[in-house]
């Protein structure tokens, strides 16, 4: 009579299945492991650059102390506002009794790639006008209305205001800032640019690029 092997077998059985249980348990920690530096990294350079993939932001969005900071040109937005024109009282520099003045402002917004706002930048004027001619520069300042810290705001690339007396004059500034990450290094820059163009009836116009 042949001896029985139903033990062995089940003892095998038993530790194939053991076996395939380990790999079951460690493949899904293997999945969710948190990304690498280097991948961050990678994936922040390419979104900075407008290349990055639904891989790319999925990545991103897995560690959102991260993605909350990186900036994604492609969400800038541009946001302009002016006045309804004021007649001026008392001694205000160089406007005459004829004058009225008036203000405008143009903001440039970056936003993250999970929408939060890194930094919001803006040009501000304020003119004299008179219906015939711009008369006078009243004010004219830019303001960094939001920095998350990541935005390091250097000099001025152009910053200038054409004379008044004409018509229509106009204001130019543009910064340098460039963007870092602690751990993850610095993508790149941004040169925000405004124009505001202001005219003799109060009324303003604006060009940007970002």
Known sequence: MKPRRSGSRRLITTLVAVALGVIALAAPASATAEPSTAQL??????????????????????????????????????????????RPTGELGTQTAQDEYNWAYVRVNYYSTLGFTVYSYRQYVEWYYNYN?????????????????????GAYLQNFANPPGGTVTSSVMQRQVHHCLATYGCPGWSYPYTQINVFSNGNATYSSYV
């Not at 993939?53 to 002016?82: C, I, M, N, S």
């Open 133 to 153: 001619v711009v008369r006078a520069w009243k004010n004219r300042y830019d303001i960094v209305d939001y920095n998350d810290g990541t935005a390091n705001f």
């Open 41 to 86: 990294s990678a994936a922040i350079d390419r979104v900075w650059h407008e290349r990055a993939t639904d891989a790319d932001r999925a990545l991103l969005a897995r560690v959102p102390e991260v993605a909350k900071r990186v900036v994604d040109p492609a969400k800038t937005t541009v946001q302009f506002e002016r006045g309804s024109g004021n």
